[in-house]
T-cell receptor
């Protein structure tokens, strides 16, 4: 069991470019969550997805951010027209059900220059 | 409101010492979990502990849900225990974890 796989580990984007972050959940896990961690801070919830459904996106910024978890393939967090304030570590987690222990991936560290 | 508060914010220990980290959570938070973020940024799930006590090696955790707190005990600390310890609980919608600000632990050799 390979755990939660995130890629890339590090991503550098220029202001105005698009960032695409990928997350493959653990085998058997159908619930995926994205969190953002700013430097020296805790994690903030962004979005909760199941296959082909967004369950809760209350933590997603209203503009430029979107997430999907298609029937086939990894979950994708997409940030359009990145700005310096988007620089952060983005963590994905998965769980077998909505109220059980999480397993986190290693994160993607996005730097916007 | 939905709150998860951790104390102390920072902790420095000599190798071999014991410590207790505390997490207080509000009424609307449940199903506590403890995580360790190592100095390389990796997040490890230590305990899923809605109530009761669990032990894993030198670490143990106790959650008293009726009194809205959880404790993480680290015994015989080692330098590899350094990092940030987060507690988190479900709040709002199912699956939405609310994190505390963490306790930053430094274990000196």
């Amino acid at each position: 069991n390979a755990g939660v796989m995130q890629n890339p580990r590090h991503l550098v984007r220029r202001r105005g470019q698009e960032a695409r972050l990928r997350c493959s959940p653990m085998k058997g896990h159908s619930h995926v969550y994205w969190y953002r961690q700013l430097p020296e801070e805790g994690l903030k919830f962004m979005v909760y997805l199941q296959k082909e459904n967004i369950i809760d996106e209350s933590g997603m910024p209203k503009e430029r951010f979107s997430a999907e978890f298609p029937k086939e393939g990894p979950s994708i967090l997409r940030i359009q027209q990145v700005v310096r304030g988007d620089s952060a570590a983005y963590f994905c987690a998965s769980s077998p059900s909505g109220a059980s222990g999480y397993t986190f991936g290693s994160g993607t560290r996005l730097t916007v220059v | 409101g939905i709150q998860v508060e951790q104390s102390p914010p920072d902790l420095i220990l000599q190798e071999g010492a014991n410590s207790t980290l505390r997490c207080n959570f509000s009424d609307s938070v449940n199903n506590l979990q403890w995580f360790h973020q190592n100095p390389w940024g990796q997040l490890i799930n230590l305990f899923y502990i809605p109530s009761g006590t669990k032990q894993n090696g030198r670490l143990s955790a106790t959650t008293v849900a009726t009194e809205r707190y959880s404790l993480l005990y680290i015994s015989s600390s080692q330098t590899t225990d350094s990092g940030v310890y987060f507690c988190a609980g479900y709040g709002g919608s199912q699956g939405n974890l609310i994190f505390g600000k963490g306790t930053k632990l430094s274990v000196k050799p």
